[in-house]
């Protein structure tokens, strides 16, 4: 008797997602992104709670972007959550700094996007205290 895998993978194989089909039952499918974000972060060695942190801003920015790919988006996406952080949600001057440090990692460790040297101007910076 033929496995189930091989006789789903022979009946599709002529299907326009058959190639979608087998990375699933292959194994070959790339890890989701926040996935991938907590394997960069267990790779340094960053604690527990940073790794909690990052992911919950990771959402959020996913969330307010309309559940957009973050390697879709660009550096004005990044500026306009951060204002809307200090702005709208009148959020504390260091949850908006965690916020930057969790996506400037996403990019740069996770997504492999350098981000140049201007992406924060224009942010609205949150009052101290």
């Known amino acids: 008797m033929m496995p189930v895998a091989t006789f789903c993978y022979s009946a599709?194989?002529?299907?326009?997602?058959?190639?979608?089909?087998?990375?699933?039952l292959s194994g070959d499918r790339s890890p989701r992104l926040l996935a991938q974000l907590r394997q960069a972060?267990?790779?340094?060695?960053?604690?527990?709670?940073t790794e909690e942190a990052y992911v919950f801003w990771v959402r959020r920015y996913v969330r307010f972007c309309g559940l957009r790919h973050p390697?879709?988006?660009?550096p004005m996406e990044l500026r306009?959550?951060?204002?809307?952080?200090?702005e709208r949600e009148r959020l504390s001057a260091a949850s908006q700094n965690q916020a930057a440090s969790a996506l400037v990692f996403l990019?740069?460790?996770?997504?492999?996007?350098?981000l140049s040297s201007g992406v924060f101007d224009g942010v609205v910076r949150?009052?101290?205290?």
């Open 107 to 114: 990019y740069e460790r996770v997504l492999g996007r350098r």
């Open 80 to 86: 306009v959550f951060l204002t809307a952080l200090a």
């Open 12 to 24: 599709l194989a002529w299907h326009p997602l058959a190639s979608k089909v087998t990375n699933l």
């Open 41 to 49: 972060i267990r790779v340094r060695h960053y604690s527990r709670r």
């Open 71 to 74: 390697g879709e988006l660009g």
């Open 126 to 129: 949150a009052k101290e205290g």
